[in-house]
């Protein structure tokens, strides 16, 4: 493992934990066993590393999620695969989607607001083709994805917290079978 990545999977955990504002470049430093200077070699800062984390964490959620929907036929089985990648994302990838969720929630990357990410945009581009097949019943296709990527987090949390008194795969298809409800005419 190099530094950068050393520095990289400290500042990863530092920032799902504390968030960006409450960790400091000597804590990044210090878990990753490296000079606090090492990381400016890297990065122009601690907002550059934060921004840099977040770009790579999007991408492999956004990899993951095109990976599983590559074969839907429409954009029924789509969604589902979509839904179903998030959850395997999360399953595989906590401290990732623990950083993705607070650094979007706080506002953390200026460039990124007002945009979607990348990931959003698979759950929006499903939505809008099922809505002009007219397998989906007309909404906003931001706010619909926005509910179902909601339903998929509040799911994740509560199997995290032991809240639910079931198991992972039926909590997942529960959760499925809403997001439909919701978009189905």
């Given amino acids: 493992m190099t530094k950068k990545d050393a520095i990289c ?3 990863l955990e530092l920032f799902a934990h504390k968030g960006i504002q409450a960790t400091t470049t000597r804590e990044i430093a210090e878990r990753a066993g490296a000079a606090e200077g090492t990381l400016y070699r890297h990065f122009d800062g601690k907002d550059d590393l934060a921004e840099w984390l977040y770009n790579r964490c999007a991408t492999q959620l956004h990899n993951r999620l095109t990976e599983r929907s590559g ?3 429409t954009p029924d089985e789509r969604l589902v695969a979509l839904i179903r990648g998030v959850f395997d ?3 595989d990838q906590p401290t990732s989607c623990t950083y993705l969720l607070s650094a979007r929630s706080n506002n953390g990357h200026q460039k990124h607001r007002g945009a979607l990410p ?3 945009r698979l759950f929006v581009t499903t939505l809008e083709e099922g809505m002009e097949e007219g397998t989906f019943r007309p909404a906003a296709p931001s706010l619909a994805a926005g509910w179902i990527l909601s339903m998929v987090q509040r799911t994740v ?6 809240h639910l008194a079931m198991k992972r795969q039926d909590a997942v298809d529960q959760t499925i079978e809403a997001a439909l409800r919701l978009v189905r005419d």
Avoid at 157 to 162: V, Y
């Fill in 89 to 91: 994302f999360f399953s």
């Fill in 118 to 120: 990348p990931p959003m």
């Fill in 157 to 162: 949390l509560f199997l995290k917290s032991d």
């Fill in 71 to 73: 074969d839907a036929d």
């Fill in 9 to 11: 999977d400290a500042a």
